[in-house]
């Protein structure tokens, strides 16, 4: 039984998938997943796959790639428990699986509001699966009018999505000021006034409540103490990771399965990557959660070096896009706290009028960089940071000065 195990069949598990079989591992991988079918990437779902019923999920890896790599795949078939002390997972279906060593990577779960109650409402959608996807989208298609709580990534991209099908929309967010966990105050201003200038309204800081259900629907809610009537509602409030599994086989997990820089749990035999853990990040000195797709990838490679004898310790860049309408959002480098001692930051102009870069350091390192509409800036600035590099700001701020330059 020298199998490894992973649980879940997401972006980080199909990563960890192709570097297993790269390194000559794949008949040792069995890949166990709750969703039917086979990994597939998630951002188009907020996005292209929203616009038209022709769009179909884009699969990670071409039809049969992993049977005929020699992965056994168990589709359709969550694991329910595990034991560590025996080596093994138990399926929904009966089946119990052995393992030498078990790679959770269960991703994270769309946050739920409490005052909606537990059953399901035919008119409030949650996205984070193609299932879910598919279902907005057919209620998008009879719906004249879209709500969305949450001013996210992923709520703001379907607000877009659902604005450029004709429908009115409006979005709702507790906070001063969109993305506020992500960005910059100054690009949460940019995508505020570039949204609200499509035709998108816009509550900002508003005081949500007065949920009224009716027939299995949410009938309205009231915003800062106006009913609203809704016809269909995103809840676009943030993930939770899905630590159940780790929780109950007795794993440490804080908002995240705990995890070191080899992507090894609380007990070395158990690993875990992507959505669903919390890891030191050696560039921010302290341990994070991430949801990106970037870190999805770079933890499985970490994972792969440490399945196969080559542990390494795990140092990324974090990256992360957003498309949304006309702005092409990228980010590079993690976006200090309002307020962090020694930040300062510089706007260096695009290649046109709807293109910056946002350069931001804290005591004169470089340490994030947020690009709108200039993706080639977007790529010098991940190399300067992965270097390490700390271009002067007069000259980073200089379009007539190449990113590449500083490079050197
Ligand atoms: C709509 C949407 C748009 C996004 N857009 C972007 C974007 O533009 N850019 C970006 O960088 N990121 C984006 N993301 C985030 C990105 O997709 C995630 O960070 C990434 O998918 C995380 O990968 P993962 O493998 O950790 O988790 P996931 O891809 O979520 O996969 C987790 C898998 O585990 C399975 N699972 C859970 N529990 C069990 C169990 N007990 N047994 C078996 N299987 C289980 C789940 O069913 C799921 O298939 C988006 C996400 C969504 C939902």
Request: net charge neutral; with cysteine.
């Amino acid at each position: 039984m020298n199998s490894i195990v992973i649980v879940g069949g997401g972006h980080a598990a199909a990563q960890l998938c192709a570097g297993l079989a790269e390194a000559g591992q794949a008949a040792r991988v069995h890949l166990v997943c709750e969703e039917a079918c086979e990994p597939y990437h998630r951002p188009p779902l907020s996005k292209t796959f929203l616009k038209s019923a022709d769009q179909a999920t884009q699969p990670h890896r071409p039809p049969n790639w992993f049977q005929d790599s020699g992965i056994h795949l168990h589709l359709g078939d969550p694991v329910v428990a595990i034991d560590r002390a025996a080596h093994t997972v138990s399926l929904r279906s009966g089946a119990v699986l052995p393992w030498e060593k078990l790679v959770l990577a269960t991703g994270s779960r769309a946050r739920r509001l409490p005052a909606l109650g537990d059953a399901p409402l035919d008119n409030v959608i949650t996205l984070r699966a193609a299932d879910e996807a598919q279902r907005l989208r057919e209620r998008l298609a009879q719906a004249g009018h879209v709500t969305v709580l949450g001013g996210g990534f992923i709520g703001l991209e379907v607000a877009c999505t659902a604005l450029a099908l004709g429908k009115k929309v409006r979005v709702i967010e507790v906070a001063p000021r969109l993305l506020g966990r992500a960005v910059s105050p100054a690009l949460s201003k940019h995508v505020l006034q570039t949204h609200r200038a499509a035709g998108m309204e816009i509550d900002l800081g508003a005081a949500v409540g007065g949920f009224e259900l009716e027939d299995g629907r949410l009938a309205a809610l009231e915003v800062n103490g106006q009913r609203q009537p809704v016809d269909l509602l995103l809840l676009g409030i943030g993930g939770v990771p899905e630590t159940a599994l780790a929780q109950a086989s007795g794993l440490e997990c804080a908002d995240g399965i705990v995890v070191d820089a080899h992507m090894q749990t609380s007990d070395p035999a158990v690993l875990a990557v992507g959505d669903c853990t919390r890891f030191p990040d050696r560039r921010a000195g302290r341990a994070l959660r991430l949801e990106s797709v970037q870190n999805a990838n770079d933890q499985a490679r970490t994972a792969v070096a440490t399945l196969t004898g080559a542990a390494r310790e795990h140092d990324a860049i974090a990256w992360f896009w957003s498309d949304q309408g006309s702005l092409r959002l990228q980010m590079a480098g993690l976006m200090p706290a309002e307020g962090t001692p020694g930040l300062a930051s510089v706007r260096r102009p695009g290649p046109n009028d709807s293109a910056f870069s946002l350069l931001h350091y804290v005591d004169g390192k470089l340490v994030c960089v947020e690009s709108v509409n200039a993706p080639v800036d977007h790529m010098m600035s991940r190399k300067l940071l992965e270097a390490g590099r700390n271009p002067p700001p007069e000259q980073a701020a200089d379009p007539a000065v190449p990113l590449k330059s500083l490079l050197a």
